[in-house]
């Protein structure tokens, strides 16, 4: 039984599956609120499924990249219910379930994932489609002219920048239902640890200067 769960986005989205079967999912949409939403949805998820936690056998956990007060939410919730439970714990790239669900959903050409990364950039990543969907490109973070495409581009990063990317659909935000699938169907892993594309912005204090 996988619990999966991503709060890299604004999205804060919690399933829980067996195997691509999807028993319940919540989402909810609030940047403000990751920590005050994940843990109540992913009871309610397991209680909408009817499963008790014990039986949950592995989790996944969206690692970005995203902002790091919402995506931290979600990996100490995953890497501390994967302690309590005594089950493994595996990150998937946030971009990379926004691109299959607009796979899934018939899209066959090049495309981009697009997400807000906040300071008027983006997080983004590059796909192609031919023989299966793979990520060619990043994910990288940039201004968006800089990465400007006319293509067909998912996520909300290109809904808010229309004009870079004149060619958005939906996915807006990511679904951990669709990342259910992505592990369900053995495509690739990550460690639970965060994909954080900017330097911090706290950075240690140099020596200071000699006063002569």
Known sequence: MLLALDTATPAVTVAVAEGEQVLAERTTVDARRHGELLAPAVADVLAAAGVDRLAV???AVGVGPGPFTGLR?????ARTLGMALGVPVVGVCTLDVLAL???????REPFRVVTDARRKEVHWAQYATGGGLRRVDGPSVD???GVAWE????GA????????FPVGRDPQHPSAAVMCAWVARALPLLPPDPLYLRRPDATEPG????VS
């Open 57 to 59: 056998t592995r989790i």
């Open 73 to 77: 939410v979600g990996l100490v919730t």
């Open 101 to 107: 669900e607009a796979y899934d959903g018939g899209l």
């Open 143 to 145: 201004k968006p002219a």
């Open 151 to 154: 293509g067909p581009a998912v």
């Open 157 to 164: 990063g290109a809904v808010l920048y229309a004009a870079d």
């Open 207 to 210: 020596a200071r200067k000699r």
